[in-house]
């Protein structure tokens, strides 16, 4: 298994179903499989078990350091040696810089991975009940393809190089100067296969607003253990990369390169624009697919006409009361779902959220 390589593999068939009397793990399978194949999560971790301590070994510091800084630190060495006179201390902190970036991202893949994937079996309980559900999880399989997950970081790899190439820069003419751009090249393919693992999964968030065969709590669906994995696993990556536009403003101030300088505001507009669909697409999604429950049980709650009253009987509401002994309980029951929550958190994450993109954008302005 070890002996190629990640996305090449057929995905499994999902196991368990209701002929068998197993339970479905549909999701688990699936998400499983992309701990293994997903590229940024292969390169520091290989392919241990998500239950294995990976990050005792000294293997898998090896990958993730020599993945991250590797490139930078040949590139200072190979520079330093040929004493090359356009390479200067700022060359150096820039590689460092997108080496410390490197690291980011793969720590950042790996964990978002990991999270998901030790909560799995809440998603398998919750598409459980769908007819369809075989078909959500294989956008999932079918995603980890090469083809298809090699797609995004190639394009960002050709961005840079197409446009230096196009402006006919001189700066590229020199050996500082390429190496500088080969190494933004590697941290741009990172940052392809990233944001590919951020565009796809909100795609299966929208597409369960189709189902209405989802395993719900009737009373507070948006606590429902599936639904806050799906709401937290977005929600605090989207804040992450928030925070990340912000970051990438402050270096711009302090190295004066020119491959830096002209890549930060298309990188800045595309970790925003991410942060954006890994939010809104999600919240919005999971928002109206509580919402939609919700208004369907209190519907169900209402059906038998004890709770509509025109406005001229309000009168004849007080005696209404009195006389029906259940109505005591079903307005019990109403109120407990009128009042759950469309989201399973506060708003506390909102704010936090809103403050870190809106910093950003004035710092991105005041440069």
């Known amino acids: 298994m070890s002996g190629h390589m990640p996305g090449s593999r057929t995905p499994p068939e999902v196991q368990g179903t209701p002929d068998t009397g197993q339970p479905w793990c549909g999701f688990t ?7 293994r194949e997903v590229y940024t999560v292969w390169l520091p971790r290989g392919r241990t078990e998500v239950t294995d301590i990976a990050i005792g070994r000294w293997q898998t510091w090896a990958r993730w350091l020599g993945s991250a800084y590797g490139p930078g630190l040949l590139t200072i060495v190979v520079l330093a040696a040929g004493a090359a006179p356009s390479f200067t201390a700022d060359n150096a902190g820039l590689l ?7 690291g980011g991202m793969f720590a950042a893949a790996v964990l978002s991975w990991k999270y998901a994937l030790l909560r799995a ?10 007819g369809n559900r075989d078909d959500l ?12 997950q090699a797609s995004l970081p190639l394009a960002f790899a050709l961005m840079p190089w197409i446009g230096f190439g196009l402006a006919d820069d ?10 500088l751009l080969v190494n933004a090249t590697w941290s741009l393919m990172l940052l392809g ?27 507070d669906p948006a606590r429902t253990a599936g639904i806050r994995t799906l709401s937290e696993g977005y929600a605090f990556p989207a804040v992450f990369l ?13 190295f004066d390169d020119p491959l830096f300088g002209r890549l930060l505001p298309y990188l800045y507009l595309w970790l925003v624009t991410l942060s954006l669909w890994v939010a809104v697409a999600s919240q919005l999604s999971i928002y109206a697919i509580v919402r939609r429950y919700r208004l369907r049980v209190l519907d169900e709650l209402a059906a038998d006409g004890r709770l509509l009253l025109a406005e001229g009987q309000a009168a004849a509401l007080p005696a209404t009361v ?22 399973p958190y506060g708003t506390a994450l909102v704010v936090q959220y809103v403050a870190a993109v809106v910093g950003s954008i004035v710092a991105f302005l005041l440069q």
């Open 242 to 254: 928030a925070l990340a536009a912000f970051a990438v403003t402050v270096p711009g101030a302090v």
């Open 29 to 35: 399978q699936a998400w499983r499989l992309g701990f």
């Open 170 to 179: 001189r700066w590229l003419s020199s050996a500082t100067g390429l190496l």
């Open 322 to 343: 009195k006389q029906d002994s259940d109505l005591d309980a079903v307005l019990t029951v109403y109120g407990s779902v009128a009042g759950a929550p469309g989201l």
């Open 121 to 130: 079996h809440t998603l398998d309980e919750l598409l459980e009940p769908c």
């Open 137 to 148: 999880v294989r956008m999932i399989t079918t995603a980890l393809r090469h083809r298809y």
């Open 193 to 219: 296969n990233v944001s590919y693992w951020l565009i796809v999964p909100p795609l299966l968030v929208i597409r369960l607003r189709s189902t209405r065969e989802l395993r719900l709590r009737w009373n």
């Open 96 to 102: 460092i810089l997108l080496g410390t970036i490197n």
